[in-house]
T-cell receptor, first 111, second 114 residues
Framework: DSGVTQTPKHLITATGQRVTLRCSPRSGDLSVYWYQQSLDQGLQFLIQYYNGEERAKGNILERFSAQQFPDLHSELNLSSLELGDSALYLC??????????FGPGTRLTVL | AQSVTQLDSQVPVFEEAPVELRCNYSSSVSVYLFWYVQYPNQGLQLLLKYLSGSTLVESINGFEAEFNKSQTSFHLRKPSVHISDTAEYFCAAERDTGRRALTFGSGTRLQVQP
């Protein structure tokens, strides 16, 4: 158990819908990272937050957005969902100079 | 730009045999290197990492990896595998520039057969 929690574990929805994925970092970690893991594109970095502020952006679509709240949990919002958005969404957390530790992920299926 | 290449998508091996999973990286700056393991329906678990110092790093469950700067490689090895080592293994790199996003390889599926 890495100490990073993600909810829900599974999510099934329809095209065009909007969903919110939640991540709680390990105690004391200020940084949160979101990654997408799909069969087509492998593991891709989406976005990083540090203590509530966006720190780095990767291959994140404009339909996707994220934020980190004062209690340091983070949410990833996915809107206008397409079939190709089906993937495992992984959250990781770290201290400033430490390794990233990953949560179990949220498996999103878009039908 | 930075990239990570895992040369083998699948590696079948018999139990108690040695194994090597290959990883090469390209980067114009210094990098930190990692191996993560993913068991079915789970997230990524850190196996081992190279940040600096000794080029040979070891995990608690018998895996080791050697950082080779001249060959830009970070291959993962284990002298004797177990059935329980069956999983997907990902090599990852992080640039030593303050940007902490990990760049992952495409993964290698290790299949240990009895």
């Amino acid at each position: 158990d890495s100490g990073v929690t993600q909810t829900p574990k599974h999510l099934i929805t329809a095209t065009g819908q909007r969903v919110t994925l939640r991540c709680s970092p390990r105690s004391g970690d200020l940084s949160v990272y979101w990654y997408q893991q799909s069969l087509d594109q492998g593991l891709q970095f989406l976005i990083q937050y540090y203590n509530g502020e966006e720190r780095a952006k990767g291959n994140i679509l404009e339909r996707f957005s994220a934020q980190q709240f004062p209690d340091l949990h983070s949410e990833l919002n996915l809107s206008s969902l397409e079939l190709g958005d089906s993937a495992l969404y992984l959250c990781a957390s770290s201290t400033p100079r430490d390794t990233q530790y990953f949560g179990p992920g949220t498996r999103l299926t878009v039908l | 730009a930075q990239s990570v290449t895992q040369l083998d998508s699948q590696v079948p091996v018999f139990e108690e045999a040695p194994v090597e999973l290959r990883c090469n990286y390209s980067s114009s700056v210094s990098v930190y290197l990692f191996w993560y393991v993913q068991y079915p329906n789970q997230g990524l678990q850190l196996l081992l990492k190279y940040l600096s110092g000794s080029t040979l790093v070891e995990s608690i469950n018998g895996f080791e990896a050697e950082f080779n700067k001249s060959q830009t490689s970070f291959h993962l090895r284990k002298p004797s595998v177990h059935i329980s080592d069956t999983a997907e293994y990902f090599c990852a790199a992080e640039r030593d520039t303050g940007r902490r996003a990990l760049t992952f390889g495409s993964g290698t599926r290790l299949q240990v057969q009895p």
